[in-house]
């Protein structure tokens, strides 16, 4: 199993709600990562966990809270989030370098 | 000027046609080089990966790296329109947890 499990696909969320993405991956990677894509423009990263434990926070705004329950799950809680905040989030792991990241396929986020 | 810079295209070229895509780069600490592809509101999928100077084959795909001028490039053989898509190169100094820096991307249009 080489694959990055996102879910859901798509969202749509007022800015007064409460929402989490899930990503989950069985090929024994120790760290996962959340980035956040904007149309046409690269991956920025966001959050890096390693064994579990958050190493990497890029200065995201406390309306993103990252969750790591064990090695293979990764949330990402979203709270009064701002239509700049529309975007394509990606999940991704690694074995434990960072050169060969895994993607999941995306949730496309719209905030109303 | 930016770390990594990337000709956003669009590159249109008819089927069957050699693609060259590039990518230059100013920090001269980076060993790793990747190419991506990544498809319409898809996550990205490492397609090379290469360290240091050299190239490296993998079926259509060839990647080169010069760091004496600070160049990497992914040649596409035989090209056929589902390789139509998004390009990133990314690039990163050191194993480990370090931030990937990513290009802006090349999008690729393969005509039948």
């Known amino acids: 199993d080489t694959e990055v499990t996102q879910t859901p696909k798509h969202l749509v969320m007022g800015m007064t709600n409460k929402k989490s993405l899930k990503c989950e991956q069985h090929?024994?990677?120790?760290?996962m990562y959340w980035y956040k894509q904007k149309a046409k423009k690269p991956p920025e990263l966001m959050f890096v966990?390693?064994?579990?434990?958050?190493?990497i926070n890029e200065s995201v705004p406390s309306r993103f809270s990252p969750e790591c329950p064990n090695s293979s799950l990764l949330n990402l809680h979203l709270h009064a989030l701002q239509p700049e905040d529309s975007a394509l989030y990606l999940c991704?792991?690694?074995?434990?370098?960072?050169?060969?990241?895994?993607f999941g396929s995306g949730t496309q986020l719209s905030v109303l | 000027q930016k770390e990594v810079e990337q000709d956003p295209g669009p590159l249109s070229v008819p089927e069957g046609a050699i693609v060259s895509l590039n990518c230059t780069y100013s920090?001269?600490?980076?060993?790793?080089f990747m190419w991506y592809r990544q498809y319409s509101r898809k996550g990205p999928e490492l397609l090379m990966y290469t360290y240091s100077s050299g190239n490296k084959e993998d079926g259509r795909f060839t990647a080169q790296v010069d760091k004496s001028s600070k160049y990497i490039s992914l040649f596409i053989r035989d090209s056929q329109p589902s390789d139509s898509a998004t390009y990133l190169c990314?690039?990163?100094?050191?194993?480990?947890?370090?931030?990937?820096?990513f290009g802006t991307g090349t999008r690729l249009l393969v005509s039948p």
């Open positions: 991704a792991s690694s074995q434990g370098t960072v050169e060969k990241l895994f």
């Open positions: 966990y390693s064994y579990e434990k958050l190493s």
């Open positions: 920090n001269s600490a980076f060993q790793y």
């Open positions: 990314a690039m990163s100094p050191l194993v480990g947890f370090q931030k990937l820096v």
């Open positions: 090929m024994g990677h120790r760290a």
